[in-house]
């Protein structure tokens, strides 16, 4: 009788272990079948990565650009040079030129930190999880050189409903 049950337990074994293989590889040939319809151009991103020593960031940035970009730091409320900014254009990563956010995005959040609903595309902006000040919060840096720019909050205006609250000294500004 045992011999009867462990016989079957391994048919049964067997087939589903088939099966399973069978399923994986189906996936495996469509996914595959998929990846191949796309254009190469779409599978990458066009952002051609930065990288530099922190010796090369200190020589090119101030020490509060440095602060912020590289070692994802904050600067004070209100003591940015373009939290209340107005002018019409593209503000840029500092750190690379990166374009980033349109100053039609730009919103008065109340923060003291330059807001926007949206960056230029979803291409240029990266996040990650933050849990330095105890609870987790959506981290944004540049895309090009991985700079940190500041937080995004789901509290924003319409159309999106998100505030990218954005580190002044992160940010450079080109006027149209």
């Known amino acids: 009788m045992t011999r009867t049950i462990i016989f079957i337990l391994s048919i049964s074994l067997s087939i589903i272990s088939c099966s399973q293989n069978a399923t994986s590889k189906k996936i495996e040939k469509e996914t595959t079948t998929l990846s191949e319809n796309i254009p190469q151009e779409a599978k990458k991103s066009s952002i051609v990565k930065i990288t530099k020593t922190d010796e090369e960031w200190k020589a090119e940035l101030t020490d509060m650009e440095y602060k912020v970009l590289r070692k994802e730091g904050t600067e ?3 003591t940015g040079d373009l939290w209340d900014h107005k002018e019409d254009g593209i503000y840029t990563c ?3 030129a990166l374009p980033l956010f349109d100053s039609s995005t730009k919103f008065k959040s109340g923060t003291g930190w330059p807001s926007y ?3 230029l595309s979803d291409e240029v902006i990266e996040s990650d999880t933050d849990y330095k000040i105890g609870y987790a919060r959506d981290e944004v840096h540049c895309a090009r050189c991985n700079g940190h720019l500041g937080h995004v909050f789901s509290d924003g205006p319409e159309p999106t409903g998100l505030r990218f609250c954005i580190n ?3 940010l ?4 149209r």
């Not at 450079?172 to 006027?175: E, K, L, P, R, T």
């Open 94 to 96: 500092r750190g690379c």
């Open 168 to 170: 002044s000294a992160s």
């Open 76 to 78: 004070r409320a209100r």
């Open 117 to 119: 609903y949206q960056p």
């Open 172 to 175: 450079d500004f080109v006027g």
